[in-house]
């Protein structure tokens, strides 16, 4: 790694005829491709004698490397300039000759350019197949301070996962909404929309202030449809953390905000 840069190397150059050349010669090339790609440009602009210091060779070893990866190569997989894999760098009119340009750099980029975009479409991919998943990664729950931990049934999971698309939750009026369900009792109402920054707040006051801000200050509040204040947090260590160590100060805030039987569900988004 050179300038806080990582160089990727392609498994191809496995195959390439180079790995029959000596040690020396395949180091000095790895070490060329390192030096190529921080400049980005694929140019190694410097004295035979500082490339050999940066290569860890003597001049020597160094000056029959250079000439091995500036000969042609008839068994090379890509015959540009003959199979060269290095050629003298044209440092323009009445200027000394010094440096090489790495033959294949570009197409190697754009190779690894490709390979990278594809990687990071399938990462994509994978996070919003994840986030469709929802809470599949698990849940804490926490009612009248007590915690509970586990997985979430399939069904919920799912209806909780598509909760970020559901439209924000009526104003808070105070009371229950009336009416019969199946079974003839109140439906529950569900919690302000608001109701974990209040909570949040009365909590901010009696934490510690560097605990708030890690454990708290990434945590956000989505709609739910059952009675349950709903809690998104980063990881299912956040939930675990959050539950196991606050569940009792948040039973108690809720009871001093109006909601007795409010149940706290804690749910991990990754």
Same mark, same amino acid.
């Given at each position: ?5 990582f160089?990727?190397?392609? +498994?191809?150059?496995? #195959?390439?005829s180079?790995?029959l ?20 440009? $694929? ?21 029959r490397?250079?000439?091995?990866? !500036?000969?042609?190569?008839? !068994? ?19 200027m ?40 599949? #990664? ?12 586990? #997985? ?26 009336? $009416? ?16 974990? !920054? ?26 739910? +449809? !059952? ?5 998104h ?15 009792? +100060? ?7 905000? $109006? ?12």
């Open positions: 790694m050179r300038g806080g840069r160089l990727r190397l392609r +498994t191809s150059i496995l #195959d390439s180079l790995l050349e000596e040690l020396p010669t395949r180091w000095l090339f790895v070490t060329m491709l390192i030096i190529g790609d921080d400049a980005g440009t $694929g140019e190694v602009d410097m004295p035979d004698e500082r490339l050999a210091s940066q290569a860890g060779l003597s001049l020597a070893q160094t000056k490397a250079l000439k091995t990866l !500036n000969d042609s190569d008839p !068994n090379s997989r890509s015959q540009e300039e003959e199979g060269r894999r290095i050629v003298p760098l044209d440092r323009g009119p009445g000394a000759p010094r440096g090489w340009r790495i033959v294949n750099w570009k197409k190697y980029r754009d190779e690894v350019a490709r390979e990278l975009a594809t990687d990071r479409q399938r990462r994509h991919r994978e996070r919003k197949g994840q986030q469709k998943a929802g809470a599949r #990664d698990g849940y804490v729950t926490v009612r009248d301070g007590r915690v509970t931990a586990g #997985d979430l049934p399939e069904a919920e999971a799912e209806a909780e996962a598509e909760s970020n698309s559901l439209p924000p939750p009526p104003p808070h009026t105070g009371h229950k909404e009336r $009416g019969e369900g199946p079974g003839g009792e109140a439906p529950e109402a569900s919690p302000p929309g608001d109701l974990w !920054n209040r909570i949040r707040d009365e909590l901010k006051a009696r934490v510690d202030p560097k605990e708030f801000r890690t454990w708290f200050t990434p945590s956000r509040q989505v709609p739910s +449809t !059952n009675g349950t204040l709903l809690v947090v980063p990881t299912r260590t956040f939930a675990e953390w959050i539950g196991s160590r606050y569940g009792v +100060t948040l039973a108690s805030i809720a009871t001093e905000l $109006g909601f007795p039987d409010l149940e706290f569900r804690f749910v991990a988004e990754e």
